[in-house]
């Protein structure tokens, strides 16, 4: 089945030490299918990512955080890697600006370890989720139930493990993404 993206508008949320394939691969694939997508920090000018077991590349600070406003956007996404969540976890605007989605019933994506800030932006009580596999006890401690599949989607939250199922996770966003608003996808 085909999806139309065209137009829609995708901030992709990250600090410092986000894993570089968990936010290039969606980028790409967005890009390719006709959205906008924007990378939003707290970071000034860029942000710096982490391939695998070394830092990244640095990737140009599209929009700053404390500008960004949900209503610009038609949908979040959260890389993973160990630094960029963590660091995004105990940032009030990142929390904030995550939770803005789910209050408006837009589609949310989180990959690997980005389920962390949902944890504590507060929106994962009762979510099917799935995570890297050493978060699940965080998820499930939180209220969210915990599968071990390559995406999990529940009313337009879209998780994934790792950069082995970005193909899943990224083939999710885009049916998400063209469904728009879902009415259960809720704070």
């Given at each position: ?14 600090a ?16 390719a ?18 391939a695998?077991t ?134």
């Amino acid at each position: 089945m085909s999806y139309s993206v065209k137009g829609k508008r995708v901030a992709i949320l990250a600090a410092n030490g986000f894993e570089e394939s968990e936010l290039q691969s969606p980028r790409q694939t967005l890009k390719a299918a006709g959205a906008e997508v924007e990378i939003v920090s707290a970071e000034k000018d860029t942000v710096k990512a982490w391939a695998k077991t070394d830092w990244g590349d640095d990737y140009p600070v599209d929009r700053a955080l404390a500008e960004a406003s949900a209503d610009d956007y038609d949908m979040l996404i959260i890389p993973g890697g160990l630094f960029n969540p963590d660091s995004l976890r105990s940032d009030t605007d990142a929390l904030n600006f995550t939770r803005r989605f789910f209050e408006q019933h837009k589609p949310v994506g989180a990959i690997c370890h980005g389920p962390w800030v949902l944890i504590s932006a507060g929106v994962i009580n009762g979510r099917d989720v799935t995570s890297y596999p050493s978060i699940k006890d965080d998820l499930v401690n939180a209220g969210a139930n915990w599968h071990d599949q390559e995406v999990v989607c529940e009313n337009g939250l879209v998780t994934s493990r790792s950069p082995e199922d970005l193909e899943a996770f990224n083939n999710k966003l885009i049916e998400e993404l063209a469904e728009g608003k879902h009415k259960r996808q809720v704070a």
